[in-house]
C-alpha cells in the first residue's frame, strides 16, 4: 500500500513503506529520521514513482515529499512501434500489402500469440483487429480485440518458381506438401517447406490462391500445410 497522496502523513507510515512496502504496516520502529528516510538510507528511493510523488533527496526534507510514493512502484512499460501490411478481413488482402498499419506492443514481452497489440504508445487503445503482415516478409498475425491469436503465412508457391523439388508426403487435408529451393533467392534463400499452386487448383483449394504481381501466391493460412525455412 503507497503512502496517501494527500492529508496528515505517519513517519512511522513512511518508514514502514520504505522497510515492508505497506505504509498502513504496524510495525515499529525507533530513531526514525525524516532526513534518513528522504536521502534513501532506510530503503532505496524508487525513482519508478514520477518525481512528484517521491522526495528529491535534498534539503530541506519534508513529509509531503512522500505524498503517493510507492515503494514497489513497477518500471513504466516502454511500448515499441512496428508498421505491417493490414487487412481488417483477409489474410490474403494483408499478403498484398492494399494499406499498412502501426500498432505498439510492450517490448519486453515477445512477439508472439497471445502479445496484446495497441493503437498508440500509452497502450490505451488496443489495435484493430484483422491481419497484419511484416512488411518484407510472408509471415503475419490474425488478431483479436489488440491479442494475438495465431500467425499466417503466405508465399509465391507455383512450381515454376522453385527447383529441387522433392515431394514429402500428403497433410491431413490431402494437401500435397514439398522441400525446395527458390531459382529466385531474392523470394527465399535456402530449403523451404510448402506447397504448389497446380496441386491446389486441381484440388478445388482456389480460395487460398491469390494473384500479385503477375504471380499466384498462397495464403497458408487456409491450408495445413506449413510454409516456412528450413534453413537454420
Request: hydrophobic content about 30%; overall charge negative.
Amino acid at each position: 500500500m503507497a503512502v496517501p497522496s494527500s492529508g496528515a502523513l505517519s513517519m512511522r507510515g513512511i518508514r514502514a513503506e520504505l522497510g515492508t512496502n505497506n505504509y498502513s504496516n504496524l510495525t515499529s520502529y525507533s530513531n526514525i529520521s525524516l532526513s534518513s528516510m528522504s536521502v534513501g538510507s532506510n530503503g532505496t528511493i524508487n525513482t519508478n514513482n514520477s518525481s512528484a510523488n517521491r522526495p528529491n533527496g535534498t534539503t530541506p526534507h519534508q513529509m509531503s515529499e512522500f505524498y503517493a510514493y510507492n515503494h514497489d512502484e513497477p518500471s513504466a512499460v516502454t511500448y515499441s512501434s512496428i508498421t505491417f501490411s493490414y487487412n481488417e478481413d483477409s489474410a490474403a488482402g494483408a499478403c498484398e500489402a492494399e494499406q499498412t498499419a502501426t500498432v505498439y506492443y510492450d517490448n519486453s514481452e515477445e512477439f508472439d500469440v497471445d502479445l496484446q497489440l495497441y493503437a498508440d504508445s500509452s497502450g490505451n487503445e488496443a489495435a484493430a483487429g484483422g491481419y497484419y503482415k511484416y512488411v518484407f516478409g510472408t509471415t503475419g498475425w490474425y488478431v483479436e480485440d489488440g491479442e494475438i491469436i495465431e500467425s499466417f503465412s503466405c508465399g509465391r508457391s507455383e512450381r515454376r518458381l522453385k527447383y529441387n523439388i522433392e515431394f514429402i508426403g500428403d497433410s491431413p487435408m490431402g494437401i500435397p506438401m514439398y522441400h525446395f529451393n527458390y531459382k529466385d533467392e531474392s523470394h527465399g534463400k535456402g530449403r523451404f517447406v510448402g506447397t504448389m499452386v497446380d496441386d491446389l487448383q486441381r484440388l478445388g483449394f482456389e480460395d487460398s490462391l491469390f494473384e500479385q504481381n503477375g504471380e499466384i501466391w498462397v495464403n497458408y493460412h487456409k491450408l495445413d500445410v506449413p510454409f516456412e525455412s528450413l534453413t537454420i
